[in-house]
């Protein structure tokens, strides 16, 4: 009785461990070498939906050079659904739709490559796209090998139309055919936080949706936020929890860009611009490229923040740096302005990462945090490399 007793108590911290968050554990991390910073780059959905061209990716890749996108960090430059042809050719490949992409993928690779950047591709776990085209379920060797041949570096796998085809079996496909190319390919797994993804996603690819499509509005960005900030145990480099792409520059106001910028780079997330870059206001691009921003997103550490007080929508959130340093993000989801604090034992300096005000010798960070706005901080400690 006692033993049955004891095997039940165990399956219970079993489920309850496996329920509360917790941390990747026994999954076997997946490493292909890649993403050992959350991956940063451009991709067309937000902005543009199913309305992808070459001249727009062209276009698109240009002005992250010029506007010094390419320079802060942003390396993939990712072609989302509808590049795609109705059908596959005679052969049973995916093609270019030749209207929307004349010269074909192959010569976009290799003019994105001449610009010192990569491109990534959109397919999907299903029978076909979210846009109706052809999907990989089933041609995933196929699929993968004309991938490499035309020089993709990155993969966005979304899941619609699975035909009820369990998301491990589906996702592991595409990743055993990935690396059977030898191509190095980031594998971004869009399955939108189904099956708890997060729970095995370290075991398949270089990140994982941890929700349904974000919007360009400040309750989207909220109900990603806290879907996505209890995860940080699951996530560390070579594979991120992913709450989509940020939606900086599509709609929402400036504070409340800022702190998508910021949440993001505190939960150590992919940053993928979904702007459209080539029309961005001076604003847009200057907050995009912020370097101290980007440095917490890009931590080496790959620790992503954790929250560490939330009380009537005025959240706290520290995230660890490997130089001993941390950042403190001060967050107001609220409508009204809110004075706001954190104590930071043993700091040192101290500086605000958007307005780049900086103060010496507190240990407290305090601020007067705009509705819907951010104070992010960056504090040197004692005794920190
Ligand atoms: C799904 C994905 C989006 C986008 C669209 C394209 O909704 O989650 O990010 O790729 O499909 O159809």
Redesign the pocket.
Known sequence: MATVRRACALVLVLLLGALAGGSAGSVPRWDNGLARTPPMGW?D??AF??GVTEDLVRRTAERMVSAGLRDAGYEYVNI???WMAETRDAGGNLQADPARFPHGIKALADYVHGLGLKLGI?A?AGTQ???GLPGSLGHEQRDARQFAAWGVDYL?Y???NANGVPARQRYGAMRDALAATGRPIVYSI?N?GAERVWAWGSGYGNLW?TT??IRPTFDSLLDVFHATVGLSGYAGPGGWNDP??LEVGNGMTRTEDRAELSLWAMLAAPLITGADLTTASAGTLADLTNPAVIAVDQDPLGRPATLVSSRAGLDVLVKNLANGDVAVLLFNETGTDAAMSWTVPGATAVRELWTGAASTASTEVAARVPAHGVAMFRVGRAGAK
């Open positions: 991709n959905y937000n939906g199913l989302d659904d509808a959109y999907d796209t979210c846009g966005k979304d899941t619609c869009c939108w949706r349904l499509d989509d792409m």
